[in-house]
């Protein structure tokens, strides 16, 4: 099969189209699925292994990747499964996560898998499971949002930020959306109430506060958000990692009782994916793509990823 392989740290041109040989489901796989896959997409996650972040060195490996296909959501077809699947069959349409999308068959855990929302294409399945799982579970489990409290939405433009915008909203929060001037169009055109333009205005000066600040992209920091925020409210932080300073304000934070930022990494499990299928299918989320990139072009999606000013998601066509 081919895949989009790297075999060394480094930049986006390590990632090349390899052949090598397909999964298979081995006797410890009873629970697991061989899939066609027919599209995957890009998430920040396969940026930082493919350069190397010193801390993914421990787990993945020191000098070169133990793992050398990355990819973590999927969308395509069964092809087949283990004796213990009960919930897909042969042939059945399926979206979720799992390790090494970036290929023309992956081999995935059932309990990590749905099936493919009605209405939506495999391109727009697959831009899903790792940046609307995040939202909705930061939102919902970290934050507790409720019914008729203010969210700002930092980085909205992005893969998680424009998933949280629509989840916000889907749990009947008042939402404010900081994004750049170009995307604040569309942006308010996904639900949010209101819109600010990060390059004119600073949201944390503005004397407005919030009950959840939801920081989708980690830029700010954490002392600088507090600001807007209320008493009691919620900051989530979905990814601190991009800023250094970030973990040392959050410890300084807490040894003085400070314990309102929340932090995770999102988990895929079938009741939640039923969650986002259901607001799909009910209209009230819709992935936005802003490119798909075919399978042997897969380094030029690392290099537009990590120049981080995607708008929405980018994706991998596998397979038509």
């Known amino acids: 099969m081919k895949a989009a392989v ?3 740290y480094g930049p986006p041109e390590v990632v090349t189209c390899e052949d090598i040989p397909a999964p298979v489901l081995r006797p410890e796989d009873s629970k697991r699925m061989l899939i ?3 599209a995957a997409s890009m998430n920040p996650f396969d940026v930082l292994y493919r350069s190397g972040f010193l801390p993914i060195r421990f787990d993945q490996g020191w000098f070169r990747p133990k793992a050398p296909v990355l990819g973590i959501d999927v969308a395509g077809t069964v092809l087949a499964a283990g004796p213990e699947v009960t919930r897909f069959k042969v042939g059945d349409a399926v979206y979720g996560g799992c390790f090494g999308a970036h290929a023309e068959v992956v081999r995935a855990g059932e309990g990590a898998l749905a099936p493919l929302p ?3 294409s495999y391109e727009e399945a697959a831009a899903l499971p790792t940046v609307a799982l995040t939202a909705l579970q930061g939102l919902r489990d970290l934050a507790g949002l409720r019914p008729g409290q203010t969210v700002l939405v930092n980085g909205a433009a992005g893969g998680v930020g424009h998933m949280a915008v629509q989840i916000a909203k889907a749990l009947g929060a008042e939402v404010t959306a900081v994004c750049s001037g170009p995307n604040l169009g569309w942006v308010q055109a996904l639900g949010a109430d209101h819109v600010i333009d990060y390059t004119r205005d600073d949201f944390t000066r503005a004397g407005k506060r919030y009950d959840v600040i939801y920081d989708a992209v980690g830029k700010r920091a954490y002392l600088e958000s507090t600001r807007a925020l209320k ?4 900051i989530v932080l979905e990814n601190p ?3 250094r ?4 304000q959050l410890g300084w934070s807490a040894l003085r009782g400070d314990n309102r930022a929340k932090m995770h990494l999102a988990n895929a499990n079938a009741n939640d994916l039923a969650a986002i299928s259901n607001l799909c299918e009910t209209g009230q989320l ?7 990139y ?6 030029d999606a690392h290099r537009h990823v990590e120049r981080g000013h995607t708008k929405g998601k980018v994706v991998i066509g596998v397979q038509a």
Do not use: A, F
Request: aromatic share 4%; no cysteine.
């Open 6 to 8: 790297y075999r060394t």
């Open 36 to 38: 066609r896959v027919h």
């Open 118 to 120: 009605q209405g939506l």
């Open 231 to 234: 008493p009691n409210g919620v």
């Open 241 to 243: 990692l991009k800023v």
């Open 245 to 248: 300073s970030q973990l040392l």
């Open 286 to 292: 819709r992935p936005v793509i802003d490119k798909v």
């Open 294 to 299: 075919p399978l042997d072009h897969t380094s």
